[in-house]
């Protein structure tokens, strides 16, 4: 190979590795401006139905959900909370900027008042610890606010 060959070889990596950072680069502006998911699973699992986006995305007023989930769950409630800022996650995407939710740890008193206030009472659980089973009192449930309100 002689050296005109080498240069002309060096030139095409060159534009390869340009071309394929001009696709990367257009390819992340586009996906900025159009949302677009993909949901490969049975029955569309991880989906939201066509009604929930269409009140998501005519939502005229803010909407906020508060999750009240104890910081320190048993194993066997981690999949519900994984599972519920999966779909609050979703929903936040469709919705048009009117949906905002949280979670919240009823530790602090007031944050738990707040939820007994609302209608969410503490929840005992069975945790196996140790070759022991314990009985743990810990929160799990969501509160809706729209316009200031429950």
């Known amino acids: 190979m ?10 095409n990596h060159k534009a390869l590795v340009l ?18 998911r993909f949901d490969w699973t049975e029955n569309d699992r991880y989906s939201i139905s066509d009604a929930s986006i ?17 910081k320190d769950l048993p194993p066997q409630f981690i ?9 609050l996650a979703e929903y936040q995407a469709y919705s048009t900027g009117n949906f905002s ?12 008042q707040e939820a007994q206030r609302i209608g969410i009472a503490p929840v005992e659980m069975q945790v196996r610890e140790n070759d022991s089973l314990q009985i743990k009192s810990g929160y799990l449930g969501i509160g809706i606010f729209y316009q200031g309100a429950q």
């Open 19 to 36: 071309i394929v950072a001009a696709i990367l680069v257009l390819v992340n502006i586009l996906s900025l401006r159009f949302f677009l």
């Open 79 to 87: 999949p519900v909370r994984q599972y519920i800022g999966d779909l």
């Open 54 to 70: 269409n009140i998501l995305q005519s939502l005229n007023d803010l909407v906020t959900v508060k999750a009240y989930f104890t």
């Open 101 to 112: 939710y949280q979670f919240v740890d009823p530790e602090d008193i007031e944050i738990a």
């Open 2 to 11: 002689d050296f005109q060959e080498k240069k002309s070889l060096l030139w």
